[in-house]
């Protein structure tokens, strides 16, 4: 079946640190790939999609391009903030079981000032 | 656009009493709702899928007399805790995605507390 796997946190950076998110995935088919982060109490947002090899996604700074020769989907954003502290989460949609999603583990991330 | 929203965000009951949780789809049809369960500090376990008119279909070791969902419209889905004990304390979330869409939008999770 599909899976993701995720870079094992906890993860802590000083504000204006690089950062980086591994995720690699196993998925038959053309799966379309996720970032959502989750704030303390409250659902999943999206943070950005890519839907096909190459692709690259982005919002608020943060990027991430479907590597389908590495099967890898790893997120980046150059300067963290304090207010980027969440819980971040990769998933794919669409590959062995249509129309569920596969998370990943989740990387907690916390940014000092 | 694509909005989800669950009502109520917190509910807190007494072991033995049932609790429903609604998620609506606010600005589209959802024809596929979805049901999850997090744990503090884990990830979206998925319960169920449910598609609008037809039985939910039920991932493995749920138990769907226990956690019973109905989605009688394309912008409603309701789950509901019947006889809740707290091992059933947890986050609630929903989501729903539009007819042969891979995109799933969340609701903002529903905290249950069984006392």
């Known amino acids: 079946g599909d899976s993701v796997t995720q870079m094992e946190g906890p993860v802590t950076l000083s504000e204006e640190a690089f950062l980086t998110i591994n995720c690699t995935y196993t998925?038959?088919?053309?799966?379309?790939l996720f970032w959502y982060v989750q704030y303390p109490g409250e659902g999943l947002q999206l943070l950005l999609k890519a839907t096909k090899a190459d692709d690259k996604g982005s919002n608020k700074g943060f990027e991430a391009t479907y590597r389908k020769e590495t099967t890898s989907f790893h997120l980046e954003k150059g300067s963290v903030q304090v207010s980027d502290s969440a819980v971040y989460f990769c998933a794919l949609s669409g590959g062995t079981n249509a129309g569920k999603s596969t998370f990943g583990d989740g990387t907690t991330l916390t940014v000092k000032p | 656009g694509a909005v989800v929203s669950q009502h109520p965000s917190r509910v807190i009951c007494k072991s033995g009493t049932s609790v429903k949780i609604e998620c609506r789809s606010l600005d589209f049809q959802a024809t596929t709702m979805f049901w999850y369960r997090q744990f503090p500090k884990q990830s979206l376990m998925l319960m169920a899928t449910?598609?609008?008119?037809?039985?939910?279909?039920?991932e493995q070791g749920v138990e769907k007399d226990k956690f019973l969902i109905n989605h009688a419209s394309l912008t409603l889905s309701t789950l509901t805790v019947t006889s809740a004990h707290p091992e059933d304390s947890s986050f609630y979330i929903c989501s729903a995605s539009r007819q042969a869409r891979n995109e799933q939008f969340f609701g903002p999770g529903t905290r249950l507390t069984v006392l």
């Open positions: 998925a038959t088919g053309y799966p379309s």
């Open positions: 449910s598609n609008e008119g037809s039985k939910a279909t039920y």
